[in-house]
């Protein structure tokens, strides 16, 4: 398939979802990240760990890969579509 008519239908489907009014999230498989203060993180649509460190945890999404930066992180719990990590929250990073 050619890149111009990758493009075009990438553009009809994001008009499709503008004009339904569908969620972002679920259509495109985006990462949601809720940050509850700096000591807890909430990450859904992640794909997998990468690395976990007490300093750091890189994980991998649909379309790049998310890093919280902090001291004495803990994955408290996850599952398939969600994550939870806890200690005192530095940073969140986006990388492609």
Do not use: H, W
Not at 41 to 68: A, F, H, M
């Amino acid at each position: 398939m050619g890149i111009r008519k990758k493009n075009k239908l990438t553009q009809v489907k994001s008009n499709i979802v503008e004009s339904l009014e569908l969620p972002r999230d679920i259509v495109y498989g985006a990462v949601i990240i809720s940050a509850m203060g700096r000591n807890e993180v909430l990450i859904e649509n992640y794909k997998g760990i990468i690395d976990y460190t007490r300093e750091k945890i890189r994980l991998q999404t649909k379309t790049c890969q998310v890093i919280i930066v902090g001291k004495r992180l803990v994955v408290e719990y996850y599952t398939n579509e969600e994550m939870k990590i806890t200690g005192f929250i530095e940073g969140i990073l986006y990388d492609s």
